[in-house]
């Protein structure tokens, strides 16, 4: 490609919005631009790396039985109230009405379309296993859209559904899934690393996520060192310590003025935060039918511990959850900042942490204003409806499975995969006849990557002062070809044969800018190999070759600049090749 017929302008300076670098060097080298919030048009040059990225992807998915086909954009709202999804999921959803006043619904995942079509296909054992995918555009309203293409409105993603017969059917899929998705980010040249996670509006058995460790990620981790447990904190388990045991004393009430907080209430009696129970209200929206209802809850963990929302929403089966107002907790007879289960209303929907019934004696609100209870006990104070696992792990909190210290740290999800079994067969009835002859759900899989955001993460990952710095694999084209005064007819010629070796290079032949802004250019667009061509190197049989990552440039004879660009290609591409090896299998 000339750059002189290239569509794309290179910026001096990023938009005043962007915040993360891979959003900025994206938009100032010319692979996108933005037309609305988290709504971007790819540009020729991003068009070429993310179709090269959907290219591995196919290989690998094709590598283990995948089956590539096409499913629309936009489906009859009817078998999204099928699987019950249109009354569970909330506004990220698009919705419209088609011209017949029919709803309808902006895909946001195919596992609906996919179920449609299995009941209509598959109709016996003999026509499984099965893998499909396809590459598609996907639209999800996100009301927090951000940093360039990591999260966006309108994406493309690949999303394969593996269709088998039995449940070790699906576990051998969903393992090739896992190993392939490792190859592909690795073809990539993005390391990353798998963690249980939140099987969330998709449902399902099980489900991990691919995460790129770095601090622009929106997910917190947990991590395990020593035994390698790994799992995104929305679900993340850790050994919660055993309290000593204690006579249950009788409770009584006691003066804390200014103390509306845990670390207030724990300075001022003087004891560890451990030894108060937290009140946190939330309300929660939750699905009775095809009907939706908000109830109050009231949430307990211990003082020294976070509430982790995902917990509680899964222990209510909730579809969202927003922090309580000030009227609705007083309406139920509790005071924020001295709120207590105890003498709340009847009725009230109480979740606790299930440390809270194992620790005795806890300091907790009056639900009177600077007022708090010394001695407060569940069981005999109070009771719950719900008792559950409703905290978040920490920094230092023990491991389930070897009790060293954990860690966290933050990631950017780039995959997914999930066990969904039988969540979307059962409700819309795609059976097939077994050897038996009995009808049996189909037994699914589903797993995603977003090609943008995995573009947007290799561009945060690969980069330097002066720009880009693309992986062979991904890079729009192999060589940048940079003509200076005197050598644009070698460099036509050289052009040629280029391209006639079948490397993917991009020539700048514009006559106007002056070296050092060509210069710029090819590093803001970040090629792995500039080639740069002049009459004082040419005097001397020469031309000048760089890698993009490396300040030293080599010069290379003439005649031997085709054979020695191949060769650089051929190096690069099998460093990358290395980093693709079997990983280890969780549990196995």
């Known amino acids: 490609m000339r750059m002189s017929h290239l569509f794309a302008q290179t910026l001096r300076e990023a938009p005043s919005d962007a915040e993360l670098i891979s959003?900025?060097?994206?938009?100032?080298?010319?692979?996108?631009?933005?037309?609305?919030?988290?709504?971007f048009s790819v540009l020729p040059l991003a068009k070429r790396s993310i179709t090269k990225i959907e290219d591995i992807m196919r290989e690998e998915i094709d590598a283990i039985g995948g089956q590539e086909m096409t499913m629309p954009v936009v489906h009859p709202a009817d078998v999204w109230k099928e699987t019950e999804r249109w009354y569970q999921i909330g506004s990220e959803m698009g919705r419209f009405k088609d011209a017949g006043g029919r709803d309808m619904v902006l895909a946001m995942t195919h596992e609906e379309v996919v179920t449609d079509l299995v009941r209509d296909i598959i109709h016996s054992y003999r026509q499984l296993p099965a893998l499909i995918y396809h590459i598609q555009t996907k639209w999800r309203d996100e009301v927090r859209s951000r940093g360039g293409l990591i999260r966006v409105r309108e994406f493309t993603?690949?999303?394969?559904?593996?269709?088998?017969?039995?449940?070790?059917?699906?576990?051998?899929?969903?393992?090739?899934?896992?190993?392939?998705?490792?190859?592909?980010?690795?073809?990539?040249?993005?390391?990353?690393?798998?963690?249980?996670?939140?099987?969330?509006?998709?449902?399902?058995?099980?489900?991990?996520?691919f995460m790129y460790l770095s601090p622009i990620g929106e997910d917190t981790l947990v991590l395990c060192d020593n035994c390698g447990y790994t799992a995104n904190r929305q679900v993340?388990?850790?050994?919660?310590?055993?309290?000593?045991?204690?006579?249950?004393?009788?409770?009584?009430?006691?003066?804390?003025?200014?103390?509306?907080?845990?670390?207030?209430?724990?300075?001022?009696?003087?004891?560890?935060?451990?030894?108060?129970?937290?009140?946190?209200?939330?309300?929660?929206?939750?699905?009775?039918?095809?009907?939706?209802?908000?109830?109050?809850?009231?949430?307990?963990?211990?003082g020294?511990?976070?509430?982790?929302?995902?917990?509680?929403?899964?222990?209510?089966?909730?579809?969202?959850?927003?922090?309580?107002?000030?009227?609705?907790?007083?309406?139920?007879?509790?005071?924020?900042?001295?709120?207590?289960?105890?003498?709340?209303?009847?009725?009230?929907?109480?979740?606790?942490?299930?440390?809270?019934?194992?620790?005795?004696?806890?300091?907790?609100?009056?639900?009177?204003?600077?007022?708090?209870?010394?001695?407060?006990?569940?069981?005999?104070?109070?009771?719950?409806?719900?008792v559950a696992d409703i905290v978040a792990a920490s920094d230092g909190d023990a491991c389930t499975q070897c009790g060293s210290a954990l860690r966290t740290s933050r990631g950017v999800e780039v995959g997914n995969i999930f066990?969904?079994?039988?969540?979307?067969?059962?409700?819309?009835?795609?059976?097939?006849?077994?050897?038996?002859?009995?009808?049996?759900?189909?037994?699914?899989?589903?797993?995603?990557?977003?090609?943008?955001?995995?573009?947007?993460?290799?561009?945060?990952?690969?980069?330097?002062?002066?720009?880009?710095?693309?992986?062979?694999?991904?890079?729009?084209?192999?060589?940048?070809?940079?003509?200076?005064?005197?050598?644009?007819e070698f460099a036509e010629g050289l052009?040629?044969?280029?391209?006639?070796?079948?490397?993917e290079v991009l020539y700048d032949d514009?006559?106007?800018?002056?070296?050092?802004?060509?210069?710029?250019?090819?590093?803001?667009?970040?090629?792995?190999?500039?080639?740069?061509?002049?009459?004082?190197?040419?005097?001397?049989?020469?031309?000048?070759?760089?890698?993009?990552t490396e300040r030293e440039r080599v010069e290379v004879p003439v005649a031997d600049i085709v054979t020695r660009v191949q060769a650089e290609i051929e190096e690069l591409s099998a460093e990358l090749a290395a980093r693709v090896t079997p990983v280890t299998i969780p549990n196995h």
């Not at 959003?23 to 709504?39: C, D, E, S, T």
């Not at 993603?157 to 190993?179: I, N, P, R, V």
């Not at 976070?306 to 509680?312: A, G, H, P, Y």
């Not at 052009?495 to 490397?503: C, F, H, P, T, W």
């Open 23 to 39: 959003h900025k060097l994206l938009v100032r080298a010319g692979f996108v631009r933005q037309l609305g919030a988290g709504i």
């Open 236 to 302: 993340a388990e850790f050994a919660k310590p055993t309290p000593a045991s204690e006579q249950a004393l009788p409770m009584e009430k006691v003066a804390t003025p200014g103390t509306a907080t845990i670390a207030d209430l724990a300075q001022f009696l003087g004891i560890p935060k451990a030894r108060t129970a937290k009140a946190v209200f939330m309300v929660a929206t939750i699905t009775e039918g095809q009907t939706d209802i908000e109830r109050f809850v009231f949430a307990v963990v211990r």
């Open 419 to 488: 066990k969904l079994g039988t969540r979307y067969t059962d409700s819309m009835n795609a059976t097939f006849l077994d050897k038996d002859g009995q009808a049996k759900p189909v037994i699914m899989g589903s797993y995603g990557i977003g090609s943008g955001r995995l573009i947007a993460c290799v561009a945060e990952e690969y980069n330097d002062e002066n720009g880009l710095c693309w992986p062979i694999s991904v890079a729009p084209y192999q060589v940048h070809i940079v003509a200076l005064r005197g050598g644009f």
């Open 495 to 503: 052009y040629a044969d280029l391209q006639a070796a079948g490397v």
């Open 157 to 209: 993603m690949k999303d394969s559904y593996s269709l088998d017969a039995d449940w070790e059917g699906l576990d051998k899929q969903y393992w090739a899934h896992y190993q392939a998705y490792f190859n592909i980010f690795r073809r990539c040249g993005l390391d990353v690393i798998a963690v249980e996670s939140d099987v969330g509006m998709m449902g399902g058995k099980q489900a991990h996520e």
């Open 304 to 386: 020294d511990m976070e509430l982790n929302e995902t917990k509680l929403s899964n222990a209510l089966k909730a579809k969202a959850l927003r922090p309580a107002h000030e009227e609705e907790i007083r309406a139920i007879d509790a005071s924020p900042g001295y709120g207590s289960p105890v003498g709340v209303k009847a009725g009230t929907l109480i979740v606790v942490d299930d440390l809270i019934p194992r620790s005795p004696n806890l300091v907790a609100g009056a639900n009177e204003d600077g007022l708090h209870l010394l001695n407060v006990n569940y069981s005999r104070d109070y009771t719950a409806a719900i």
């Open 510 to 548: 514009r006559e106007d800018p002056s070296a050092g802004e060509k210069f710029n250019d090819a590093d803001l667009m970040g090629m792995p190999l500039r080639i740069t061509v002049g009459g004082r190197s040419l005097q001397n049989g020469v031309v000048e070759m760089k890698r993009r």
